[in-house]
């Protein structure tokens, strides 16, 4: 089988993957804008066997969710320093219940899945409807951010603040979550701040960046994204199910600090402020080994690998 | 429900939406680096609304492939000014029948699905097994390109040939296809010359532009691509369905001008090449309407909708 010969994958949330070839010399040779130079350099799957623990965090079990679904388990990481008020509001939502019995109830083709109430009737107890909004946060001095040397056509500065992918802007000070794959954030209507994590949706395709800045984001999904992305699609307008059966019921929604411990899905995730992580990327910037003939020589954000492992 | 106010998408392969506020000033409002000035210029649907025939051309009926599976049927469109070699060898292949009874045989999260022969063993009677790349072509006066202004990192220009995504390079004066969601390629061993497209692959993922220039490129899927983005990821190495139970049987894959007018998809695709899809992807690039709060200034190239649609 011809496939494109593959060095590791470490998860359902690796985009692209760790690829490697002399240039073999042949009509098109000349035409190679760049050759490859570094065959030997390390590739991903070398690096991260060589990393170690201190490369690694655990995710943090009170800002972790587990969303139960007749398929398994989709684990997602909040993110409250992005969005510290959105992410104590989904919290109540679930230590009150309020996702159990709902469902997904949209899946649109290359951009995301919904779930949420279709009745629009449960009744929300301790937790807020609906919120100011967090589309972007002051981060002078308070959030750690690993900057990507590379450009980006969305943001003056792209890079990963503890484990996410994100936007700032010097000049205003302002900090944000990018919307690429398996990014969670609160759906909402016209009004800025007429979300609040009652209907949460996951990004399923290409990165819709344009989203930037323009909802909130609360975290990511670090295990289970196949569960979500192979959902059938939606036939009706955006992607809804045009029928209650088609809906998929969540089973319930859990923060895995209030899950005993034998029922927990123990993950870790690579520290992404370390030599190793910065290794990484240049791995996938411009591949070894011998299958790539061309170096990319730049690597966009939402093609950046944070890789997510069983804990050790 | 909150759903993300959109306002039309006309097809699977449109990334992202058409959709829509006036600022709505709170607490943030100042944070807002770039507030919207354009509520109410065109959007999306109102400029495929507002479109003549002339902005539209039918899929060539002699480059287009029907990908017939349980589910229903994949729609691609060969890109003979990029693989002409490659094209000819599918098409060849088609017409002995080669695909018919073979399976896709693996779906990698966040990246391809793909399918060929799990034997290895059918026989190629008039095709060729494999040819040399087609990854970059000469593109001096004989591609129509439409440019897009933004800047991409992974290409010194980026733009439209004929409804497909690329890129180029003047130092050069070669283009590729670019590994947008939908693209179709033809798999390679580590040798540049070992694809041919017996074994092809189609992106369902955040674009995993690391490939270009890398593989042979040879088409886009047109309709269906929902198809093959939801079907359930493979548990193997690099995705690859462990038991042949799980692959997807190919009823056939024809050319659609040799099937019956009764059994054809007629589609029309948008002209990359006119004033029209240049005003879409200004309404992609600067949201109008009153949902998006900031607008982004900047559109990805695989962000660019290229609309498909029955044709009129």
Partial sequence: MQVFKVGHTMSGLVAGVALSGIFSGNALAADAV??????NKPMMADLIKASKPGDWRPLDLQNTLYLDLPQGR???ELAP???PNHVNNIKALVRENYFDGLVILRSQDNYVVQWGDPTEKKEIKTAKKALAEEFTVNYAASLPFTRLPDADGYAS?????NGMPAGRDPKTGRAWLAHCYGMVGAGRDTASDSGGGTELYVVTGHAPRQLDRNVTLVGRVMQGME????????????????KPEQQVPIKS???AADVPAADRT???VIRTDTPTFTAIVEAQRNRGGD?????????ELCNVPIVVRAQK
């Fill in 253 to 255: 929604i859990r923060i």
């Fill in 227 to 242: 569960l979500l992305s192979s959902l059938p699609r939606g036939t009706g307008a955006l992607g809804f199910y045009e």
């Fill in 266 to 268: 123990n993950l870790e």
């Fill in 74 to 76: 989709v684990v997602i």
């Fill in 291 to 299: 299958w790539y003939k061309y170096a990319a020589g730049y690597i």
């Fill in 34 to 39: 760049q050759a490859k130079e570094a065959v």
């Fill in 81 to 83: 320093n992005f969005a």
């Fill in 157 to 161: 500065q792209v890079g990963h603040a």
